[in-house]
């Protein structure tokens, strides 16, 4: 009888102790989700940054083509043609490859669950900036298939690679 009262006794003397302490990681746990939420919005608006970007530079590129033509000017255009020529010029990846890359992982992150390849292609459609292409589909699958190394299938859907997988999974 005695040891059930020095043990309930130990109880009690542990248990404010373990209070604080829990105490004490649920504050560090807020601030970590907070601090994860911070991140995640910075991501998005840097995203949404990229995407504007690369939603200029689609505008722009008809206007540059017609800027190339022949200006009357003669020749000494203080290199602006090749400087033209050098901003439209690929660098690894076309312009609608970009824009697929670009919005898929916007769609993805906002979403908050994996897409489905169909799901990706309706929020294409539906940004107004969807590439020209007699198959839309197998245009994003094959963008997204290249970049293996930045998207990672999950079920029958697309989750953006060393992201933590949501619960909700994609059948």
């Given at each position: 009888m005695m040891e059930k009262a020095s043990s309930s006794v130990g109880n009690e003397r542990q248990h404010p102790f373990h209070q604080q302490f829990d105490d004490i990681l649920e504050v560090i746990d807020e601030r970590i989700a907070k601090q994860e939420e911070a991140v995640r919005n910075m991501r998005a608006a840097l995203e949404a940054e990229e995407l504007a970007l690369e939603r200029l530079k689609l505008a722009r590129e008809p206007l540059a083509s017609k800027a190339d033509r022949p200006t009357g000017r003669g020749r000494d255009s203080g290199g602006l043609s090749d400087v033209k020529a050098?901003?439209?010029?690929?660098?690894?990846?076309?312009?609608?490859?970009?824009?697929?890359?670009?919005?898929?992982?916007?769609?993805?992150?906002?979403?908050?669950?994996?897409?489905?390849?169909?799901?990706?292609?309706?929020?294409?459609?539906?940004?107004?900036?969807?590439?020209?292409?007699?198959?839309?589909?197998?245009?994003?699958?094959?963008?997204?298939?290249?970049?293996?190394?930045?998207?990672?299938?999950?079920?029958?859907?697309?989750?953006?690679?060393?992201?933590?997988?949501?619960d909700v999974q994609v059948d």
């Amino acid at each position: 009888m005695m040891e059930k009262a020095s043990s309930s006794v130990g109880n009690e003397r542990q248990h404010p102790f373990h209070q604080q302490f829990d105490d004490i990681l649920e504050v560090i746990d807020e601030r970590i989700a907070k601090q994860e939420e911070a991140v995640r919005n910075m991501r998005a608006a840097l995203e949404a940054e990229e995407l504007a970007l690369e939603r200029l530079k689609l505008a722009r590129e008809p206007l540059a083509s017609k800027a190339d033509r022949p200006t009357g000017r003669g020749r000494d255009s203080g290199g602006l043609s090749d400087v033209k020529a050098e901003a439209r010029r690929p660098k690894g990846k076309t312009t609608a490859s970009k824009v697929i890359l670009e919005l898929a992982k916007e769609a993805i992150a906002s979403a908050s669950r994996p897409l489905t390849r169909s799901d990706i292609v309706a929020a294409l459609e539906a940004s107004g900036t969807a590439p020209a292409s007699r198959d839309l589909q197998s245009l994003v699958s094959k963008v997204l298939w290249k970049n293996r190394d930045t998207f990672q299938q999950v079920g029958n859907g697309y989750w953006l690679k060393g992201h933590p997988l949501p619960d909700v999974q994609v059948d």
